[in-house]
């Protein structure tokens, strides 16, 4: 399984950024793709994910902000990252996860600075 992440950059406080991550290779049906991040001191944590049968969970930071969203069709999974923080400021990773085997993008940094 091969992840291409795309997006993220500068944005200032308040503003709007999104991502989106294609998996290619051999699929399983039942997946669950998502978006973790980094920052430098603290663990990778989860920031949203999405099963193949759209049902989906977030964390607590980033509720009613953020929106996952995906396109089985096109493999593919977005985050539009909404009223983004300073704090939102982090490496973010695409993950893919089948049959208990986890697969990473290639992280993509979202800064968000005034």
């Known amino acids: 399984v091969q992840l291409q992440a795309s997006g993220g950059g500068l944005v200032q406080p308040g503003g709007s950024l999104s991502l989106s991550c294609a998996a290619s290779g051999k699929l399983f049906s039942y997946n669950i793709m998502g978006w973790y991040r980094h920052t430098p001191g603290k663990q990778r944590e989860l920031v949203a994910r999405?099963?193949?049968?759209?049902?989906?969970n977030y964390a607590d930071f980033v509720k009613g902000r953020f929106t996952i969203s995906r396109d089985n069709a096109k493999n593919t999974v977005y985050l539009k990252m909404d009223n983004l923080k300073p704090e939102d400021t982090a490496v973010y990773y695409c993950n893919y996860c089948e049959l208990g085997r986890n697969y990473w993008g290639q992280g993509t940094l979202v800064t968000v600075s005034s």
């Open positions: 999405m099963t193949s049968g759209y049902q989906e």
